[in-house]
């Protein structure tokens, strides 16, 4: 009896995913190291004091944040996901409270203002989402047939996805989809009603793009803003002139579309410059002459610094450290004991990996500017601080695997 209780029950060694942890180290010690490459130059010129440092800042981030991880460890994943459903309405309370008490910066409200941090709400509604929606499709699967249901799931995603894509924030909007998808494909949801639905989302998404691109404005019917304009204009490289436009007015639209389109181009121009091997740590000339702008160099931009810097060589290695936490997420959701540690576990795995890829993407022009910030590399205590959560859950998961 003891011996079949032995192969049956959950595995409670609290052991660590040691390659998972073993690349996030080496993320969090790059992204500090090349934060203080990114900015330290100006923080010292300006004789700001140690504790601001952003790079000190960060790494106050990434200790909170463990100190996260190392709490939830010793509470059972499916014990916090009893709380998902009050943490996931507390989420989009918080996002109703950014409009009202919200920080704005560049035009954009996705800050409140906690006096000496500033919180961002659309992260911490990501973590939110992903336990109530994986606890929501933790049922028989045969109940995941009901259209109904899907239709229950897609919403719960939906309205997170237009309270952040209304601040407006489109990048950290645009995870939610993705997210969804996998959790329901994972979770059974008959892949009938996702192929549907990304049929739709793909006719609407190409209307949309027809209509913001190439209808005259009087014609729009979807009002974006027209900064989101400018990234779509150029992204798909289509001139900012109207038709029709007079040869003053050609000349003004190209002087916005250079400057619409300047941190893209230095982007750019930071990685091709780094060659095989880089200039080497903090010897980048594209950020420290301030070509590659100092206000982005830090956060969204901040895997062009690294490429300049250590070259094709050290962009690799970040993307094999990443290859690593995404492959040990795959193999955690494989082992679960359940199918919520399952679910969980996937959504994840591609929260991370939207990410990842849009925003390294976005570096190199595969993917329009977004603003969404890289994991564990981006300065921005919120985004450290949730990244390695979901990191966290991961392990969490990964303790209480199923005994082989």
């Known amino acids: 009896m003891n011996a079949i209780q032995n192969q049956t029950a959950p595995r409670r060694e609290g052991m660590l995913d040691r390659p998972l942890w073993a690349a996030v180290v080496g993320l969090m010690g790059i992204g500090a190291a090349f934060i203080f490459s990114a900015t330290g130059n100006n923080e010292i010129a300006r004789h700001a004091a140690w504790f601001d440092f952003t790079a000190v800042r960060q790494s106050l981030a990434y200790a909170f944040g463990i100190g996260i991880v190392v709490a939830m460890c010793f509470v059972d994943y499916s014990r916090l996901a009893r709380w998902s459903l009050p943490a996931y309405w507390a989420s989009i309370a918080l996002l109703v409270c950014v409009y009202l008490f919200g920080v704005e910066r560049l035009g954009a409200k996705r800050w409140i203002d906690l006096g000496p941090i500033q919180f961002q709400p659309s992260e911490f509604a990501k973590l939110a989402f992903l336990f109530a929606l994986a606890n929501f499709l933790s049922r028989p699967v045969g109940e995941l047939a009901s259209r109904a249901l899907f239709v229950k799931a897609l919403g719960m995603a939906l309205l997170p996805f237009a309270l952040i894509l209304k601040q407006p924030d489109l990048g950290s909007a645009l995870v939610f989809l993705p997210m969804a998808l996998v959790m329901m494909l994972v979770a059974g949801v008959p892949r009938r009603l996702l192929l549907r639905f990304l049929a739709a989302a793909g006719i609407l998404v190409s209307l949309v793009l027809v209509d913001v691109l190439f209808a005259p404005p009087s014609w729009r019917f979807v009002r974006l803003e027209e900064y989101q304009r400018h990234r779509l204009l150029v992204y798909f490289g289509l001139d900012f002139a109207p038709a029709g436009a007079s040869d003053n007015e050609r000349i003004a639209a190209r002087a916005e579309q250079e400057k619409k389109s300047y941190n893209v181009k230095q982007a750019l121009i930071s990685v091709g410059s780094g060659g095989l091997v880089g200039k080497g740590w903090r010897?980048?000339?594209?950020?420290?002459?301030?070509?590659?702008?100092?206000?982005?160099?830090?956060?969204?931009?901040?895997?062009?610094?690294?490429?300049?810097?250590?070259?094709?060589?050290?962009?690799?290695?970040?993307?094999?450290?990443?290859?690593?936490?995404?492959?040990?997420?795959?193999?955690?959701?494989d082992q679960a004991r359940d199918r919520l540690g399952r679910i969980l576990a996937a959504g994840v795995v591609t929260l991370l990996f939207t990410h990842v890829f849009v925003n390294i993407g976005m570096n190199i022009r595969l993917m329009p500017v977004t603003g969404i910030p890289l994991p564990l590399l981006s300065a921005g205590g919120t985004s450290v601080v949730c990244s390695l959560v979901a990191i966290g859950i991961l392990q969490n998961i990964h303790q209480n695997r199923r005994h082989y």
């Open 283 to 333: 010897q980048g000339t594209q950020g420290a002459l301030g070509y590659l702008p100092r206000a982005v160099a830090h956060n969204d931009f901040i895997f062009s610094v690294i490429a300049e810097e250590t070259g094709f060589f050290g962009s690799i290695f970040v993307l094999s450290l990443y290859a690593v936490v995404l492959f040990s997420g795959i193999k955690i959701a």
